[in-house]
């Protein structure tokens, strides 16, 4: 059986061999860099919301995101229904609960997407994952200040609660399916300064997720792989305008035997 | 008191340091850049557009942008809804005319935004402040080709008619409320041929007004900070492509001392 | 009569003197870096999809881009209101049936605007292009496999039967009436590790066929000049981040004389 670290470096490899479709039913905001972060990663993205598309494009896909940022009422919709159908199909899906407890909308959006179709990994920050813990967290708009440690527990406890793995990214990225608790050291905090990144680390999750079955393992070997692009793409950076194109060149110039190296992945 | 370049000065500390949310209503094609420049700067960036949501949004807000770009009728609803909340509120408002002029929807749109809420400053270019003020302005598009030496007497007249401070940016940028008037000289032309650096504008102008609540003074210090920080983007581009990381990365790391010392407002 | 190149040459000048408004109804992950790549060539975008609105912007466009990515039904509507209005004023259709093939929404939206406007160029990878043509395409999402070579028949008789030049891009372009074969060899295979280059094609062809009223010519001229710059840009570049910025500029530096004379378009 493989460490986790040269699982992390076989993920790669079999990404960029097989360039997994992700469907994103994404916000606004970070459709654009969303894909350039799958394309440069080796998945093949598409975005698509439509109600009458959703289930005959999820039909092609290897991974399902579903993402609550700038969300209206039409778009629950469509998540729902393209999650069922991933559900049916058992392809993989990532939940970003983006704001979730910062608004009535978004917080019931993301318990609806939970209840209703089978979420493989839900990937938020700590005071996100803490709303749907139904905890007091304290969401300020869709940045939070709340840090993994105070979530910890309450992943622990909503994963076992849900069924469903939960990662919270922060400066310690911590993984849990109940069970097995992970923790990932990689990253930067230039990534806090750019919009989209945590939405970003999502769509990575389910780029990996197209191809390992273990949520555990696809998303700490996912988020490893992100932290570290951001390590490197910070060395050459000056700021946050920068960081970006540094970002995605690291993404797409990683190689597996670095990524073995270079993962710090803990537990 | 402190001179106006004291208060640029002193209003990109309290940006820095209370990092104020700023709830954003604003076209697709500049919500990536928009949130990214916001965050640069120091603020805290949130779009979200739902007419379920926005009430509750803008109550964590400390200024909200309402941008009319890539308008329909059911985003003007949501725009008057969270503006009217705001101005329950007290959060200032800061509203973008994106195309006025140009066509029927944006310049009714405007119109029915500044007559139903409390505007704090409407930003726009020459042509998009001449339609509003009801003059013959020739909109080509969203970009326009008036200058604002043509548009200044108008932006006057405007402000005094509707109580609503008026900053007019082009080569020189010009802020009014009626009475004072104050002129900007700091910018580069390359700004002009990059999409969205307008909006921008309109947002860095929010985040100030989150931090300073003299609507005359927070526009002239954001746009001679954000002006300063494209005069030292172009510095080190090569054209509109690289001048956008560099831009960022000027926003982010220029110091209040600099700015207190480079802004160039007169008035 | 000038040669193909000499007319690349005339269109890049007459497109900066002139700078053609771009009216564009195209999907969200493209918006940003549409509207830039169309400012960097030298051309005025604006993006605009409400149906009570679009009929008059297109009235003040020199040329129309309908892009059906991310697409609504509500989103076809306005794209045949637009192109309606575009057909009876004259103003050049583009086309970009992003991901016809994978979805019936895609295919049959695509086949309806082609159906019930004059479109000018339609502009395609393979795949897509095979998928309007009636054939058995394999479309993969958005990111098509068919190569060019297989593509180029169907491309000439699709040309044919609806009286629609056709551009395929891909490793090399091929540009048809059904009659005329034009192939561009510009080009850098590092364009399809980022997302919307595509669909910036299809901008750019429209901002030609702004200037010149021959849509083979405008079409071949605009990929040998956009190719050109992505070869430039590639030249410069780390990965597909750094790709971009390197890109616009390539696109605002890139002289006539320099296009002239590097242009490789054969036919």
């Given at each position: 059986m493989p460490t986790i670290q040269q699982q992390a470096a076989l993920n790669l490899t079999k990404l960029r061999e097989t360039r997994p479709l992700v469907h994103n039913i994404t916000n606004f905001v970070v459709m654009n860099f969303t894909a350039n972060i799958l394309l440069a990663s080796g998945a093949s993205p598409v975005m698509a919301h439509a109600e009458n598309e959703v289930e005959e494009m999820v039909g092609f896909a290897r991974a399902l995101v579903l993402n609550i940022g700038t969300l209206t009422d039409d778009w629950v919709d469509a998540m729902v229904k393209a999650g069922k159908k991933a559900t049916s199909l058992g392809v993989p899906i990532i939940l970003d609960p983006v704001?979730?407890?910062?608004t009535t909308l978004r917080t019931n959006a993301a318990k609806r997407i939970l209840a209703e179709t089978k979420v493989s990994v839900v990937r938020g920050n700590a005071s996100e994952i803490l709303a749907l813990a139904g905890a007091q967290a304290h969401t300020k708009?869709?940045?939070?200040?709340?840090t993994v440690d105070q979530a910890a527990e309450q992943a622990i406890r909503l994963a076992k609660e849900l069924g469903v793995p939960v990662a919270i990214t922060g400066p310690q990225d911590l993984i849990t399916d109940g069970c097995r608790v992970i923790r990932v050291d990689n990253g930067?905090?230039?990534?806090?300064?750019?919009?989209g990144t945590g939405c970003g680390a999502t769509a990575v999750i389910a780029a990996f997720s197209g191809v390992d079955p273990d949520p555990v393992s696809a998303a700490a070997t996912a988020l490893a792989y992100y932290g570290l692009a951001g390590e490197r793409a910070a060395a050459g950076a000056n700021g946050p305008g920068s960081f970006v194109p540094c970002f995605l060149d690291s993404l797409y110039n990683l190689t597996p035997a670095e990524l073995e190296h270079d993962a710090r992945i803990n537990g």
């Amino acid at each position: 059986m493989p460490t986790i670290q040269q699982q992390a470096a076989l993920n790669l490899t079999k990404l960029r061999e097989t360039r997994p479709l992700v469907h994103n039913i994404t916000n606004f905001v970070v459709m654009n860099f969303t894909a350039n972060i799958l394309l440069a990663s080796g998945a093949s993205p598409v975005m698509a919301h439509a109600e009458n598309e959703v289930e005959e494009m999820v039909g092609f896909a290897r991974a399902l995101v579903l993402n609550i940022g700038t969300l209206t009422d039409d778009w629950v919709d469509a998540m729902v229904k393209a999650g069922k159908k991933a559900t049916s199909l058992g392809v993989p899906i990532i939940l970003d609960p983006v704001g979730a407890g910062a608004t009535t909308l978004r917080t019931n959006a993301a318990k609806r997407i939970l209840a209703e179709t089978k979420v493989s990994v839900v990937r938020g920050n700590a005071s996100e994952i803490l709303a749907l813990a139904g905890a007091q967290a304290h969401t300020k708009g869709v940045d939070a200040a709340d840090t993994v440690d105070q979530a910890a527990e309450q992943a622990i406890r909503l994963a076992k609660e849900l069924g469903v793995p939960v990662a919270i990214t922060g400066p310690q990225d911590l993984i849990t399916d109940g069970c097995r608790v992970i923790r990932v050291d990689n990253g930067h905090p230039l990534m806090g300064a750019v919009t989209g990144t945590g939405c970003g680390a999502t769509a990575v999750i389910a780029a990996f997720s197209g191809v390992d079955p273990d949520p555990v393992s696809a998303a700490a070997t996912a988020l490893a792989y992100y932290g570290l692009a951001g390590e490197r793409a910070a060395a050459g950076a000056n700021g946050p305008g920068s960081f970006v194109p540094c970002f995605l060149d690291s993404l797409y110039n990683l190689t597996p035997a670095e990524l073995e190296h270079d993962a710090r992945i803990n537990g």
